[in-house]
């Protein structure tokens, strides 16, 4: 368990650096986990963030890495839905640090 | 050429873990790219039901978890006409694209894959 | 591909034999262990279902579950635990009704 600073807010994270509750995301506390996975937030990092709320919104869990890719593919089109993409924008783990930054529960059926 | 694995989930969607069981074992092996189908036979059709309401129950989402069975991989989706019938539910509202297969249907169904598991 | 089923459930209150019955193939076996062995019952409703069922050799039960709840083996072939191995392999699989 540590805490995340942003503004005048303490967030709770937990042991692996994922958000205690997901209600506490927001697009500053987003940055703020980013830096300190040493990541500056670009557009194309921004789109992969957006869709994994989809996901979760949709389906209420969070995406191993073959179904990441598999739905980036299908609502963002394949240069964007295939692992090089998404393995360079989180740092060769794209299911698990995108789900830590999108503020969702770490993936269960994630090696 | 990896085994296929069938796997049977026949129980309530709160009846226990068993049908929670079911769908992480389809989750993790979709994941893994294992060739899998799912078959939904007795009370397990009743996952499939439609405007289910589980946070009345505290409970998740079985039905908005089973819909992520396709983005796994898991593409291979089987419900029991008999048990739908005598449960009262129509196969063309379910929550998720399943076949719905007839008896004989579920026997080569089983004969065809490698593993089956019931849970 | 042949199949193995093996349950452990009572039949009493439970659809476990009825949906198995239905899905046998008819080059599957069914053993029954445990309290699924009450099944075999003679006078029960499951031992006419399983009588009607006509599964001839391919009816096994474990013998020591059948003794140990004093029910007779007429209907099923009785097996000790090195037949059941011996079965699990004659089969192309076993479906386990968990």
Not at chain 2, 64 to 70: C, G, R, S, V
Not at chain 2, 91 to 96: A, H, I, K, P, Q
Request: charged fraction near 20%; include cysteine.
């Amino acid at each position: 368990m540590s805490d995340l600073i942003v503004g005048n807010r303490s967030i709770a994270l937990d042991k692996d650096g994922f958000l205690v509750d997901l209600q506490d995301w927001s697009h500053e506390v987003a940055q703020a986990l980013a830096a300190r996975e040493a990541i500056a937030l670009t557009p194309d990092h921004w789109e992969v963030l957006e869709l994994l709320r989809q996901f979760y919104d949709e389906y209420q869990l969070s995406p191993a890495t073959r179904p990441l890719i598999k739905y980036t593919a299908l609502k963002l089109g394949p240069d964007k839905g295939n692992s090089p993409h998404l393995n360079r924008l989180f740092n060769g783990t794209p299911a698990k640090l995108a789900a830590k930054l999108a503020g969702l529960p770490k993936p269960t059926n994630c090696i | 050429m990896a085994s296929s694995l069938l796997i049977i989930s026949r129980q309530a969607p709160w009846n226990g873990p068993s049908a929670r069981e079911a769908l992480d074992i389809a989750l993790a092996g979709g994941a893994f790219d294992l060739p899998l189908g799912m078959l939904f036979l007795d009370d397990g059709v009743f996952q499939l039901a439609s405007g289910q309401q589980p946070a009345l129950l505290q409970q998740k989402n079985l039905a908005a978890n089973l819909q992520a069975l396709p983005m796994f991989g898991v593409e291979e989706l089987f419900a029991c006409a008999h048990s739908l019938q005598q449960r009262g539910l129509d196969g063309s509202t379910l929550e998720l694209p399943v076949q719905v297969l007839d008896d004989a249907a579920l026997r080569a169904l089983i004969a065809r894959f490698d593993q089956v598991v019931t849970l | 591909m042949t199949t193995l089923h093996v349950i452990s459930h009572s039949p009493f209150g439970d659809n476990r034999l009825t949906s198995c019955l239905r899905l046998l193939d008819n080059q599957d076996a069914l053993l029954l262990c445990g309290d699924a062995t009450y099944a075999l019952k003679p006078g029960s409703e499951p031992y006419r279902v399983l009588q009607a069922a006509g599964l001839e050799q391919r009816l096994f039960a474990l013998e020591e579950d059948l003794q140990a709840r004093a029910i007779p083996d007429e209907l099923a072939k009785a097996v000790d635990y090195p037949a059941f191995v011996a079965l699990s392999l004659h089969y192309d699989k076993v479906n386990t009704w968990l």
